[in-house]
């Protein structure tokens, strides 16, 4: 579904992606995982076009994207969840919501209200809080709102950043447990995580970024096995 | 005391010019909300509404249609003067700022741009036009008759009409801002523009409306100070900027409700500075009371201190 060839790109003169290959497949849950600086971040930047990559090419479902404006590549069916959840503060939680279904340029009208009903049944407390701004809510709420806002594009392919970040973990834990049923309701992820363990745990397939290249790649269970990945992001020795 | 018997009256002025005020504000203020910066060019803007404005009423009054009743040749000369003060804003910010802003310039580079886009176009405005003032043929359309008595108060048909329109601009842009979904990504795009596009905002396009819609304003604004006033000229947005701008900082600059009540407040401190000290003095007043806004209350009447999103 989603391709990256050889992509590099950087901030000015400080490189940070160098030569970077993935690919997610259709319905996959792929995790990205690496150390701070390590390019995780930029790689779903360079995504969504905003940053240009100097090299290499990115194509959604065979179409090459790595030109397009970021509103024309979400256009294309990709929603974010950003790192520590960008939800606009001082809107209502209604109207993250309905920023979240702007792609779909849908009336608040039955298609807007069935999506409004699936994420508040995903999110019981985001109902209740309807109305309030999004700046007045804790901060496990407002990335249940960043999720929300993302679903809302009914996206084909969900980019999340550092989800758990954050969040206590029992949050995780049920944070972790929504991007499982999201997927097998069809959509495909991409998540950026820190913590590697909760990360392998669900997704199918993970790449490890280490100054901007891939070091390591594989399915997450022998990826969980590895000894260079224990050692390095699950703390033991 | 004699003060206090014309003080009804001033203050009837002081509301009509306050809502003039705040229609001009809206326009910084929706800018700076958008872009943090500040348009010093909006002034000519309002400006050449005035001028457009006069340019159309000279136009019907030799064309000698007869019949000219408010009633449709004000809508027409508002109308006329905020097409082109939307078209010079649009254009202001595609040619005069946006280059500056996408390249990631610093702060002060629109700013510079702005100031030296402002001067650009007075002087063009005096190139073209002449540098004498031109008279708006207000008694034309209004007759001195039209008025209406309210005790000791006479409220003209002129200063109703000002502040009704000035307050109808204001509602209706309030409710596109809070109902609309130009509204909504309006308010994405000031809060955090990253995010906006990744919503599927085009925020360029986002950025030009809201020039367009501060600017339109700011054109209304022109006719309805030129009527009032009826003498303009090229120089006039250079004070009526500077106090809406204070109008917006006093109600706390990237807020609309903000630059309304500000632009309010502002003519009605001015109507009592005219009436207790020193008509001498109103331009003055205005600006203490920027000062005195900017030394005790940077954020304004309204302004919140909100965590700035982060950008990158």
Redesign the interface.
């Known amino acids: 579904m989603l391709d990256l060839i050889d992509v590099v790109a950087s901030y000015g003169p400080i490189s940070v992606l160098r030569g970077v290959t993935l690919r997610v497949e259709r319905g996959e849950i792929v995790c990205l995982l690496g150390g701070n600086a390590a390019g995780k971040s930029t790689t779903l ?1 360079t995504i ?1 076009g ?1 940053l240009r990559p100097s090299a290499g090419r990115i194509t959604l479902e065979s179409r090459r994207v790595d030109r397009l ?3 024309d590549i ?2 294309c069916g990709i ?2 969840v ?1 790192e ?1 959840r ?1 939800v ?4 209502t939680v209604w ?1 993250n919501l ?3 279904a ?2 779909r340029r849908v009336a608040p009208g039955d298609e807007f209200a069935a999506d409004l009903e699936r994420v508040y049944g995903l999110f019981p407390r985001l109902k209740e809080r309807g109305q309030q701004h999004a ?1 007045t809510l804790s901060g496990g709420e407002q990335q249940m709102l960043a999720i929300g ?1 993302a679903l809302m ?1 009914r996206p084909r392919l969900l980019l999340m950043d550092e989800p758990s970040m954050g969040l206590a973990p029992v949050l995780v834990e049920q944070v972790f447990d929504i991007i499982q049923t999201i997927n097998r309701q069809g959509t495909t992820i991409l998540v950026v995580e820190q913590n590697a363990a909760v990360a392998l745990s669900i997704a199918h397939r993970g790449y490890v970024l280490q100054d901007g290249c891939i070091a390591m790649q594989g399915p997450a269970a022998s990826l969980l096995d590895e000894d260079h990945i224990r050692r390095a992001y699950l703390g033991e020795d | 005391m004699e003060a206090l018997q014309i003080l009804p009256q001033q203050l009837v002025f002081g509301l009509a010019l306050g809502a003039v005020y705040g229609l001009i504000a809206l326009g910084y203020t929706m800018v700076y909300g958008i872009l943090m910066m500040i348009n010093f060019a909006h002034g000519e803007v309002f400006m050449i509404g005035a001028y457009v404005g006069w340019a159309a009423l000279t136009w019907l009054i030799n064309a000698q249609l007869g019949g000219l009743h408010p009633a449709w040749v004000v809508p027409v000369l508002l109308l006329m003067a905020m097409s082109a003060s939307a078209l010079v804003g649009v254009t202001l910010e595609r040619f005069a700022y946006r280059p500056l802003y996408t390249r990631g310039a610093t702060r002060l580079g629109p700013l510079i741009s702005a100031v030296g886009a402002s001067i650009f176009l007075q002087n063009a405005v005096m190139l073209t036009q002449g540098a004498r003032m031109k008279v708006y043929m207000t008694s034309l359309l209004f007759p001195r008759s039209w008025y209406m008595q309210i005790g000791s108060v006479r409220v003209s048909a002129l200063v109703l009409m000002m502040t009704a329109i000035a307050v109808a601009l204001m509602v209706l842009l309030n409710t596109l801002v809070q109902r609309t979904t130009l509204g909504r990504c309006m308010r994405a795009v000031a809060e955090d523009r990253e995010i906006a596009a990744v919503m599927g905002v085009n925020v360029r396009r986002v950025i030009s409306l809201t020039f367009l819609l501060g600017s339109a304003l700011g054109g209304a604004a022109g006719v309805l100070v030129g009527l009032y006033y009826t003498q303009i000229d090229f120089f006039m947005g250079y004070s009526a900027g500077l106090k809406a701008f204070t109008a917006a900082v006093l109600g706390g600059i990237g807020n609309l409700k903000g630059a309304m009540l500000g632009g309010l407040v502002l003519g009605l401190i001015e109507s009592l500075a005219v009436t207790f000290i020193n008509p001498a003095y109103r331009d003055v007043i205005a600006f203490v009371v920027l000062i005195l806004v900017l030394v005790f209350r940077p954020t304004g009447l309204l302004g919140e201190t909100v965590p700035q999103a982060n950008k990158v």
């Open positions: 930047k969504l905003l404006a970021t509103e979400v256009n929603a974010l950003p520590s960008r606009f503060a001082r809107m109207e309905a920023m979240g702007y792609t700046g806002r594009a």
